[in-house]
């Protein structure tokens, strides 16, 4: 099946106590790579929230932001810092009388100098978290699922009008190589023609030996072949199930391969031009197998 490595997804969740966001974005990469921010205070859930892409996600760059507000009153206490509170306003009061100022010292200027009122943490169940965070993760990762299918549609349709290309054209080289021997035995004889300027008599059965020899060099059936069977192979992982974009990516590496072996042997400049054909329409396939999962 193919996959689109490049999607984004988002779902809001209100499920009391608790206000949740995911949003996921993913990317190409070789390897599944996950980047993960989450709420400060909630770092218990990383593993189970990594774990759950993984299951999701074969390959791709993921980035995700997980946002969880705890909405009890648990969740929304506050504590005071006595100490540090009041040897801020005796340290600003000082600074007044040395200054010669006569301005009040206010709650506001106190309250600037930060790390006066702090939020106090409430104990966590990481259970009941993930109980509430796990359908509004799975929601995004299942939307994330369905734009990445909806890009890998695109992109089958795609691959399969240029492998539908390139079959034509490997049908066309495979009809231009029968013609290779007669080539070479045109060429031969023209060749000793051109030579002997008609004073001696040419050896018909010779110069068949001869091209046939030159054309078992340029034989490319057994690339054909292959060639033939790696668009099979292609098309059958395309309908698989499985990721199908390492072996794809390794497939067309084959394919260039037989391709440029067609091109080394070619006898033709009619089956040159059709090979030269063919591996551009390889390479366009190549750039949209990078976005492959």
């Known amino acids: ?59 791709g760059r993921v980035e995700i932001r997980v946002q969880i507000q705890d ?26 009388q040395a200054l010669g100022l ?12 930060g790390g006066i009122v702090q939020a106090v943490e ?3 169940d990481a259970d009941d978290l993930w109980r509430h965070l796990q359908p ?8 994330l699922d369905a734009m ?21 054209m490997l049908e066309e080289i495979a009809v231009q190589a029968e013609q ?43 690339e054909i072949v292959r060639a033939r069977s790696h668009i099979k192979q292609f098309r059958a992982l395309m309908a698989d199930n499985a990721p199908a974009g390492r072996p794809l990516n390794f497939l067309l590496q084959e394919f260039n391969r037989e391709f440029n072996t067609m091109g080394s042997k070619s006898g033709k400049a009619a089956m040159a031009h059709t090979i030269v054909a063919v591996k551009s329409e390889l390479e366009k396939l190549r750039e949209q197998i990078q976005n492959v999962e």
């Not at 949003?23 to 390897?31: K, Q, T």
């Not at 509004?136 to 939307?143: G, I, P, S």
């Not at 349709?157 to 240029?162: A, I, K, P, Y």
């Not at 290779?180 to 045109?186: D, W």
């Open 1 to 59: 099946m193919i996959k689109s490595m490049t999607a984004f997804a988002r779902t809001d969740h209100q499920r009391f106590p608790y206000s949740l966001r995911v949003e996921i974005r993913s990317y190409n990469s070789r390897h599944l790579d996950v980047a993960l921010k989450l709420t400060h205070g909630y770092e218990m859930l990383e593993e189970r929230i990594k774990a759950l892409i993984a299951k999701a996600v074969a390959r």
């Open 71 to 96: 909405d009890s009153d648990a969740g929304n206490q506050f504590a005071v810092n006595g100490p540090r509170a009041r040897a801020y306003h005796e340290t600003l009061t000082a600074l007044n």
């Open 102 to 113: 006569t301005d009040p010292v206010t709650l506001d200027l106190v309250l600037a100098g």
């Open 122 to 124: 409430a104990e966590k």
């Open 136 to 143: 509004c993760l799975q929601t995004a990762l299942d939307d």
């Open 148 to 168: 990445r299918r909806t890009e890998g549609d695109h992109l089958a349709q795609d691959f399969t009008m240029r492998l539908d290309s390139i079959e034509a």
């Open 180 to 222: 290779v021997p007669e080539l070479y035995r045109q060429r031969l004889s023209e060749r000793i023609e051109a030579l002997t300027h008609g004073i001696a008599e040419i050896d018909q059965a010779r110069v068949a030996q001869e091209a046939a020899l030159l054309a078992d060099r340029s034989d490319i059936s057994e």
